[in-house]
């Protein structure tokens, strides 16, 4: 058996001498021999201890550098490696891989010897490394918005105050702490001038099953933390349920019966002041009208892209895409409050996961948001089906415009500037904790990752005024952002201030052409 030999650096170790990477000490090139390779982080001409490796150089073993001595104290003789054979000018100029120069970015610092007119070779990044650097880069491009300030208003100035809390069908069951912020808010304010939407997914994850399944008894008690969350608030608080996806046994072939049964339910624990609309799965339109100041127009929009048993012509009023848009550009037209909102779980355009934008951890299996961005998810709004509701949606509220379009569905906290709408409000975070990323498009007027609510606040002189609230887990909230949606007061002939708290409407007269 041959002499064993101890490797470079255990010598280096024993002579009490700097560390040098492993690389450096490589052995001949021949048979059962590897070639010397540079350790990455190595560059030509420099040593590990900063000490210049060129020819000339210090010899030793403080003096390891690419070219640098051959031998090392205590170290048997050896041939040099390819590289160093390039330092020291065997290579006709030829860089080193992985070495600094022009070729990788590296200003001031001199290349290998070598003629200047030889051509070099160049080595870049490498196509995966190319695209993890520009899905990071773009996972950070986050614009900063301004931030705006508007006076908080008297609660004797105010109107009518809508809240608009979305995706809240998961709360905590010691206590959720955005249901708590919602409902002090409105006890501060002016409960008998209130009203809360809920923008959808009231019950995760697949909606309110039948009375036979185990998850029954935990869904109703998901159903009855938020009604009992508009009861406690103040004996003058009505409150409004919209459909979302989930609430459609998550777009399973049960949803339209899920989705009855939660109609059902609400209807009968929450009694005259909660109002669950569109009723039995119809897409809508369903007019609520809170007294002559605001006009509420709800959807049912995952009537749109579910694709299991759903309502048609002859179920609903409106059973058809045709009918809805026609009957929702009545609504809007119609003569009545002057303040239109109209109320849906998905958004139009939105800067999160379902408007195809996500955060550079997503990546890591970068299949997922590829496929999402594709189109390939029915729930996103980059599929064909989603597109097709949000032309036809947008063309209907062209003929009138509404001043907001509020809907759930991202887990996040946002305001657009729209398109047929004014303004298009994503509520999302009415779970604390439960929220998605989110990037400021080129139409956000606010984008934030967090939970939450938002307020709308219709003054007696006309004005409209904003609130975007953020929740602690304390369930303390904080009025992050806030504007003007309408700064001019009211004409001369102002609605009269009498008919100022909601009333009980229709839901079953939805103006027609």
């Known amino acids: 058996m041959g002499r064993r030999r101890s490797s470079p650096l255990a010598r280096l170790a024993a002579d009490g001498t700097a560390r040098a990477p492993p690389a450096l000490l490589a052995g001949r090139r021949g048979l059962g021999q590897r070639r010397a390779r540079p350790c990455p982080h190595q560059r030509p001409g420099r040593g590990p201890m900063g000490s210049g490796g060129g020819p000339g150089a210090p010899r030793g073993p403080l003096a390891l550098g690419w070219g640098g001595a051959s031998r090392a104290v205590g170290a048997r003789p050896r041939l040099l490696g390819r590289a160093e054979k390039e330092a020291h000018g065997d290579g006709a100029g030829r860089r080193v891989r992985g070495g600094m120069g022009t ?10 010897p070598g003629p200047s007119g030889q051509n070099r070779r160049r080595r870049g990044m490498r ?22 300030r508007v006076p908080l208003p008297r609660p004797d100035s105010v109107a009518v105050e809508l809240y608009l809390i979305g995706d809240a069908g998961l709360p905590d069951r010691r206590g959720e702490p955005v249901l708590r912020a919602l409902r002090d808010q409105i006890r501060q304010r002016a409960p008998e001038r209130s009203f809360v939407v809920f923008l959808g997914d009231n019950v995760y994850p697949a909606g309110l099953p039948d009375s036979t399944h185990p998850y029954r008894a935990a869904a109703e008690w998901i159903l009855r933390e938020q009604i009992e969350t508009v009861r406690s608030a103040g004996s003058g608080v009505r409150a409004l349920f919209v459909p979302g996806n989930h609430d459609w046994d998550a777009g399973g072939d049960d949803g339209w019966a899920s989705i009855r049964r939660q109609e059902g339910f ?31 127009v709800a959807l049912d929009t995952q009537w749109w892209l579910h694709d299991e048993r759903k309502p048609g012509r002859g179920d609903c009023p409106a059973g058809t895409e045709a009918e809805v848009a026609t009957q929702l550009a009545a609504a809007l037209r119609a003569p009545g409050p002057p303040v239109r909102v109209v109320v849906a779980h998905h958004p139009l355009h939105s800067g999160g996961p379902h408007g195809g934008y996500f955060d550079w951890p997503s990546y890591v299996f970068p299949l997922v948001p590829l496929a999402r961005r594709l189109g390939f998810v029915r729930q996103d709004i980059r599929h064909p089906v989603y597109r097709r509701m949000i032309l036809v949606l947008e063309g209907a509220m062209a003929v009138a415009p509404p001043l907001v379009y509020a809907a759930g569905h991202e887990h996040n906290l946002q305001l657009l500037r729209g398109r047929a709408a004014a303004f298009e409000v994503v509520s999302g975070g009415g779970i604390y904790g439960h929220t ?29 005024r904003l609130g975007v609230w953020v929740v602690d887990a304390r369930g303390q909230a904080t009025e992050d952002y806030s504007r003007w949606l309408r700064s001019d007061p009211w004409p001369s002939s102002a609605p009269s201030s009498s008919s100022a708290s909601p009333s009980r409407p229709n839901p079953a007269s939805v103006p027609t052409p």
Do not use: E, M
């Not at 070729?103 to 290998?112: K, N, Q």
């Not at 196509?127 to 705006?148: E, F, I, K």
């Not at 498009?441 to 609510?453: E, K, M, P």
């Open 127 to 148: 196509p995966w490394a190319r695209t993890l650097v520009a899905v990071v880069l773009a996972g950070c491009n986050q614009r900063s918005l301004p931030a705006v």
């Open 436 to 464: 998605s990323p989110v990037r400021a498009l080129d139409s956000s007027l606010y984008a934030r990752r967090a939970s939450g609510f938002v307020k709308l606040s219709v003054l007696q002189d006309g004005r409209v």
């Open 266 to 296: 609400v209807r009968k624990v929450g009694g005259d002041r909660v109002l669950f609309l569109p009723s039995n799965g119809c897409p809508g339109p369903a007019v609520v009208d809170l007294g002559v100041w605001v006009r509420i």
């Open 103 to 112: 070729g990788l970015g590296g200003r001031g610092v001199p290349s290998l």
